[in-house]
């Protein structure tokens, strides 16, 4: 089946640094990525909606400057966290949509296994 | 606007028990799609079933078992004989119309198997 990989599982950093983290499709392609975030005991916010070659499109109170989003290619979404702070700490989940479904209409999302970030 | 409801933050059962797990969606759009996903302690989201809006068939997996009511606007999940390794979060979610494959999640409900 599809499978997502998320790269890292968990990182540490200072505050004031960057941090990247990768979604990756592993056996198809993906047009769509969706990068969302959780808080520790809530639910999960989408934060943007990443096409591969255009502009990230981000949910209304999230940072474009602050997110990072690129897709350059079919199988790779990137989240850059900038100048992280301690209140970005959080658990960043990406989701991917097959190029082409096997079935009409919303086609099941795969999900990585998520980040967690944690900035000191 | 999409909105998910799971009224139940938390609960807990014995192991073989049977647990129902509410959710209670809004959307305005006439085609829609409804998940039910479990995050285990590791984080990761796991698929457990679609269904759209055309097909209010209730659904069996195993000791899965889904019942959507349109009428309601409720799609309820029962984990029949519970095990300790249904230990997790489980959420609801909702996508359609114009929000494409957007998912809109409920706020979860922690499931606790004690054996």
């Known amino acids: 089946g599809a499978v997502v990989s998320q790269h890292p599982s968990w990182v540490i950093c200072k505050s004031g640094t960057s941090v990247k983290i990768e979604c990756r499709s592993l056996?198809?392609?993906?047009?769509?990525m969706f990068w969302y975030r959780q808080f520790p005991k809530q639910s999960l916010m989408l934060m943007a909606t990443s096409n591969e070659g255009s502009k990230a499109t981000y949910e209304q109170g999230v940072e474009k400057d602050k997110f990072l989003i690129n897709h350059a290619s079919l199988t790779l979404s990137t989240l850059t966290v900038t100048s992280a702070h301690p209140e970005d700490s959080s658990f960043y989940i990406c989701s991917a949509r097959e190029r082409q479904g096997g079935l009409t209409g919303a086609n099941v999302l795969t999900f990585g296994a998520g980040s967690r970030l944690t900035v000191l | 606007a999409q909105k998910v409801t799971q009224a139940q933050t938390e609960i807990s059962v014995v192991e073989k028990e049977d647990v129902t797990l509410d959710c209670v969606y809004e959307t305005r759009d006439t085609t829609y799609y409804l998940f039910w996903y479990k995050q285990p302690p590791s984080g990761e989201l796991v698929f457990l079933i679609r269904?759209?809006?055309?097909?209010?068939q209730n659904e069996i997996s195993g000791r899965y078992s889904w019942n959507f009511q349109k009428s309601t606007s409720s799609f309820n999940f029962t984990i029949t004989a519970s095990q300790v390794v249904d230990s997790a979060v489980y959420f609801c979610?909702?996508?359609?119309?114009?929000?494409?494959?957007?998912?809109?999640f409920g706020g979860g409900t922690r499931v606790l198997v004690k054996p």
């Open positions: 269904r759209n809006s055309f097909d209010e």
């Open positions: 979610a909702l996508t359609g119309g114009a929000a494409g494959n957007k998912l809109t």
């Open positions: 056996d198809f392609q993906a047009t769509t």
